[in-house]
């Protein structure tokens, strides 16, 4: 699930399976699905270095997600002379 403020990416393997939610980035999943295919027990504070290698794919991914979005640039309303001069008369823009 990605959305510009908030975003869950997973990862599965044969073996595992990661889920990171950048709103609490600091409590990830990680589950065994060879012991525990109903992801009933996270795993991820006693396997480190397999949550740190599947964490890298995330990481990974969300790189080439920022290089690829399209650049935003704003529109604003498109002013003639007559409305310009009209701001300004009332102190909006110099």
Do not use: C
């Not at 990680?30 to 290698?53: F, G, M, R, V």
Request: hydrophobic share 35%; charged share 30%; no cysteine.
């Amino acid at each position: 699930m990605w959305h510009d403020a908030w975003h869950i990416v997973s990862v599965r393997t044969e073996e595992y399976k990661y889920i990171w939610d950048n709103k609490k980035p600091d409590q990830p999943r990680l589950y065994d699905l060879q012991i525990d295919p109903n992801e009933q027990h996270n795993i991820s504070a006693n396997a480190p270095q397999i949550q740190a290698e599947l964490h890298g794919h995330i990481e990974a991914r969300i790189a080439d997600i920022v290089k690829t979005q399209p650049e935003f640039t704003p529109v604003g309303p498109e002013m003639d002379e007559d409305m310009l001069r009209r701001l300004r008369d009332l102190g909006y823009i110099e």
